[in-house]
């Protein structure tokens, strides 16, 4: 039986930060950049926005146009040969995002089933033997192998297996008994 | 730790055929009722209008305003004091559901988290101790106790737990291990 990966979306496959910085610097006329977000958050940089600042994310379409993070989808291929490989997104917290993120991975992971689509709220009821996330609060719960996936607010977390591109996801895999 | 029990939506706390089968008795003018559905659905029923039958389910609003299953609020209210309860619905099968899915369970059972709200496909990747589902499919990949609850279409499946009402679970449970 296949060993089965779960991954998160953003920070992981779409490139979620971008946007967001793009959408508040507009607004407010600032040049913040990734290199302002390291160790933080936007809303923890600019913490009497955040209602604003979140407010951009309940956008229907917010993550309807996000890149794709660089390799995900060659390396996600090939590991989907081996693997059960599943999308496993924190959704509900922005429950208006349902439509856009489904279409979002039909257009750019086509060769996924969406049978292998999560949109859950913790992921404590996820069964799978690998989690590539960047949060580290879904570890806490996750009985299999955490990954965490570089994410400027993670760059001072410790003690956990740290990836920080596709290439590095792809060559650990390599490694591992399937 | 509390154990935890993951319940599907439609047929188990949503009532999903009665709507379903006015939608098509009001447009093709006939009298099916529940009874007609004994071992069946109205797809195997009327197979010439599959198409026709599976739009209706991908109208956005169509679970919006599904009856909610008797006693299904009052016995998941008391569960959830003793055991984690997840709502787990194949949400995946029908994509334009999933705003209306969302909505009815907020407005429904209020007293569960959102976190606990799954919109999921195949259900292997859930991780419970329980899983009360009306479709037997589920439990072949579940690794706790599936409880098969009864709907028209699977009266004729055994080799299952079964339950009939949400008395009936109320009972189950009171005689299990916390």
Redesign the interface.
């Known amino acids: 039986m296949k060993k089965?990966i779960?991954i998160d979306m953003d920070e992981v496959i779409a490139d979620f930060i971008p946007k967001h910085l793009d959408r508040y610097n507009q607004e407010y006329n600032e040049q913040l950049t990734v290199n302002d977000l390291q160790g933080c958050t936007l809303e923890s940089l600019r913490p009497d926005l955040e209602d604003v600042i979140k407010g951009y994310i309940r956008e229907p379409n917010f993550f309807r146009d996000l890149k794709v993070i660089k390799d995900s989808q060659s390396v996600i291929e090939e590991l989907s040969f081996l693997y059960?490989v599943?999308i496993?997104t924190a959704?509900?917290?922005y429950?208006t995002s349902?439509?856009a993120k489904?279409e979002w991975l039909k257009e750019h992971f086509p060769f996924l089933?969406?049978?292998?689509?999560?949109?859950?709220?913790?992921k404590?009821?996820?069964?799978?033997d690998y989690l590539i996330d960047d949060n580290t609060k879904h570890f806490k719960t996750f009985?299999g192998q955490g990954l965490l996936y570089t994410a400027p607010h993670n760059v001072h977390e410790t003690g956990y297996v740290r990836v920080n591109n596709w290439q590095e996801i792809k060559s650990f895999f390599s490694k591992e008994d399937k």
């Open positions: 089965r779960a059960e599943y496993t959704a509900m917290e429950p349902f439509t489904y089933s969406d049978m292998n689509f999560v949109f859950c709220g913790t404590k009821i996820i069964r799978a009985e």
